[in-house]
């Protein structure tokens, strides 16, 4: 299987970090292509401009939306926009990884969707095609992700709400949307006061889930 791993941290000897190097270890060991796009590391630049387009249909008025549509038949994004959907065309599954930032992803991962899955590419609403016909269809998708907070603040009934409730706005808006099956999330609560030993044991939780793809 062919994986693309989208990470989100900033720190590389992060709780974060020790998890996706479990993950690449664990799809090399069982034998799947994988690519990686760490954000931070890539520096990735997360802010939507009329940059992203190397001609523009109407370059006297900024349309993001309208300039991603003609873009995305003409091939006139931005390089690294281009190099970061060609990995996607090329993935079966995409893995994006993250800690939870006021009950959602980091903005610069939110950024590498606004800038990478266009309109045009991601999914096409010029003919309606969305969810059961959209765009990446045959593809998969699987939120990892952390928490500071306990799980009863991210249960029903939490101060938080429901964890799995607030990500429906990335994995049902935005990844069924655009046709993909989505995976159940990995969730982790409670990462930066966790013990060491408690530690290894997500650790490893995380490294048998990947082994079950």
Known sequence: MKILYVYAHPEPKSFNGALKDTALTALKEKRHEVKLSDLYAMNFNPVLNEGDFTERKKPDVFKPFFEAIQASKTGAFAPDIKEEMEKVKWADLLIFQFPIFFTFMPAIMKGW?????????????????????????????????????????????????DLNKHLESITHCIFEYMGMKVLPSHIIYEASSMSKERGAEEIERYRKRIFEL
Request: charged content about 15%; glycine content about 16%.
């Open 113 to 161: 969707i606004d800038r990478v899955l266009a309109p045009g590419f991601g999914f096409n609403p010029v003919t309606n095609s969305a969810y059961d016909t959209g765009l990446f269809k045959g593809k998969s998708t699987m939120l990892v992700t952390t928490t500071g907070a306990p799980k009863e603040m991210y249960s029903e009934g939490g101060a938080h709400g």
